[in-house]
């Protein structure tokens, strides 16, 4: 089965850092998205991305965050001035078109540590 | 707004036990249903999903779910358990033509061998 890659499995970075998250979704997907997962709290929604533009956002995703789709393959996620709570496991997911009711296909995700 | 709500945080079986897992929805119009199964060091994965037709889900490695409408329900369920089915088990909503999968904040399922 295709699968969803996402580099690094886990990062640390220091308060105020800028961090990139990158995801390399399944070839012929449309639409993209990242997900966190705090330590012992749940997946949240951060946004969702299709046809080259932000299709959806939660209230998390504030403006320290942005996403990019820069050469076709690669979606990243930048934290521009990472805070101790951005701490968490960041997930890309990835589906076909459609009306939603395809699964989405998650990456195996990155670690985020902000010291 | 759409919710997630799952009842059990975590739950303890032994092997053979029969599993339910509570989950209930919040959503104003027709949805898309999932449940997803992280197990210990690896990513989510779909174990199910529900869109239309047969309430009565039948997924992976013998799972089961059935959407209640009435209830705004989708319980999962599994006759009996194995040990390889320690995991943490979401529940996971989508509005028909949305763009974003809600997630409930899972359940931490041990199997006692």
């Known amino acids: 089965e295709p699968e969803v890659t996402q580099t690094p499995s886990h990062q640390v970075t220091q308060m105020g850092q800028e961090v990139i998250l990158r995801c390399v979704p399944i070839s012929n997907h449309l639409y993209f998205y990242w997900y966190r997962q705090i330590l012992g709290q749940k997946v949240e929604f951060l946004v969702s991305f299709y046809n080259n533009e932000i299709s959806e956002k939660s209230e998390i995703f504030d403006d320290q965050f942005s996403v990019e789709r820069p050469d076709g393959s690669n979606f990243t996620l930048k934290i521009r001035s990472t805070k101790l709570e951005d701490s968490a496991m960041y997930f890309c997911?990835?589906?076909?078109?459609?009306?939603?009711?395809?699964?989405?296909?998650f990456g195996s995700g990155t670690q985020l540590s902000v010291l | 707004a759409q919710s997630v709500s799952q009842h059990n945080h975590h739950v303890i079986l032994s092997e053979a036990a029969s599993l339910e897992l509570g989950c209930n929805y919040s959503?104003?119009?027709?949805?898309?249903l999932f449940w997803y199964v992280q197990y210990p060091g690896q990513h989510l994965q779909l174990l199910l999903k529900?869109?239309?037709?047969?309430?009565l889900v039948k997924g992976i490695k013998g799972f089961e779910a059935e959407f209640i409408k009435s209830k705004f329900s989708f319980n999962l369920r599994k006759p009996s358990v194995q040990w390889s089915d320690t995991a943490e088990y979401f529940c996971?909503?989508?509005?028909?033509?949305?763009?974003?999968?809600?997630f409930g904040a899972g359940t931490r399922l041990f199997v006692k061998a």
């Open positions: 996971a909503v989508n509005g028909d033509g949305g763009f974003k999968t809600i």
């Open positions: 997911a990835s589906r076909i078109a459609g009306t939603g009711n395809e699964k989405l296909f």
């Open positions: 529900y869109f239309s037709g047969d309430p």
């Open positions: 959503y104003g119009g027709t949805v898309n």
